[in-house]
């Protein structure tokens, strides 16, 4: 078991799991509210069509990598990690620009499809609010996948524990028994997934070099592969050593023999994109009638 790798499954499936969930348990309440629970069907249709176009993405990226020539995949695996970490980066400033208005938007969407009459069109609704949790999960665990090559059986069995956790966290939301903190929750997983985007664009240069693409930066800073690899040496157990360098590959995209490249873009992303993402949010202007 790859316990790094399994845990940043776990991160990303539960994070923007949550954020799905939410959405849903919101068009949910919303309807038994207004005594329309007849249309909890079409919601769920919406739903379970995000959800499947989500994963063919997911297996139509991961798919395509491994049926590509050397070096051109590893250029489609730096290029997937690289499009992962701008995707997610966007997503985690979008969400915690729109999040304190998020209610009150679906409330109106869902108002002006119930008055058009159209069960379709709560359908729809519900299929575009997830969809794009679903796209960005489904490109990011591509990513992840791409970077852990043999282990990525762990990325998706994380993401699926977390997906679990994130339904059963909807389901209790969606009935008022939930106490979490969601404002706290997003800020710290957000935090967790900055982390795992700086390291997927590390991982994406020491893809590039190893194909050399990358000239610059190439001299590697550390060797601590007798101390904290990330694999297993043939025929050596298992120890605390090896489980610790995974955690780390996972979380923070650590390798035991990094190029300068790596080490100066990842230090570079993260203090740029944490100082950001930590800073005061602005008020959301209201929306204008």
């Known amino acids: 078991m790859d316990i790094g790798l399994l845990t940043s499954g776990l991160v990303t499936g539960l994070r923007e799991g949550v954020e799905a969930a939410l959405i849903v348990s919101i068009i949910l309440s919303y309807l038994a509210r207004t005594g329309n629970r007849s249309a909890f069907g079409r919601v769920w249709l919406g739903v379970a069509s995000a959800g499947a176009a989500s994963l ?41 620009r729109t999040a304190s208005g998020i209610r009150d938007d679906l409330h109106q969407a869902l108002g002006r499809a119930l008055a058009d009459g159209s069960a379709n069109g709560l359908a729809a609704l ?12 489904a490109l990011f665990l591509a990513g992840q996948a791409a970077s852990a090559r043999a282990g990525a ?25 939930a106490r979490v903190n969601l404002a706290r929750f997003f ?19 020491h893809e590039l070099v190893e194909i050399g693409w990358v000239g610059v930066g190439t ?17 050596a157990p298992v120890g605390p050593g090896l489980v610790a360098g995974q955690l780390l590959r996972a979380l ?8 300068a490249v790596m080490v100066s873009a990842w230090a570079v ?8 993402y930590l800073r005061p949010a602005g008020r959301r202007s209201p929306a204008v009638a």
Do not use: K, N
């Open 187 to 205: 800020r710290w997983t957000g935090i967790a997934l900055v982390l795992i985007a700086a390291g997927l664009l590390a991982s994406a240069l």
């Open 153 to 177: 059986e762990w990325v998706l069995a994380g993401a699926l524990l977390g997906l679990a956790l994130a339904g059963a966290l909807g389901l209790a939301m969606y009935r008022g028994a």
């Open 219 to 235: 001299a590697t800073v550390f060797d601590l592969s007798r101390v904290l690899p990330i694999e297993a040496a043939a025929g």
């Open 126 to 137: 519900a299929f575009v609010a997830v969809i794009r949790e679903g796209l960005e999960s």
């Open 252 to 259: 923070l995209g650590y390798t035991d023999r990094p190029e």
């Open 269 to 276: 992303y993260l203090a740029v994109v944490l100082r950001l």
């Open 56 to 96: 063919v993405t997911g297996l139509a990226l991961f798919v395509t990598v491994g049926e590509l020539p050397p070096p051109y995949e590893q250029a489609f695996e730096a290029a997937a990690m690289l499009l992962a970490c701008a995707v997610v980066t966007w997503m985690l400033f979008w969400m915690r």
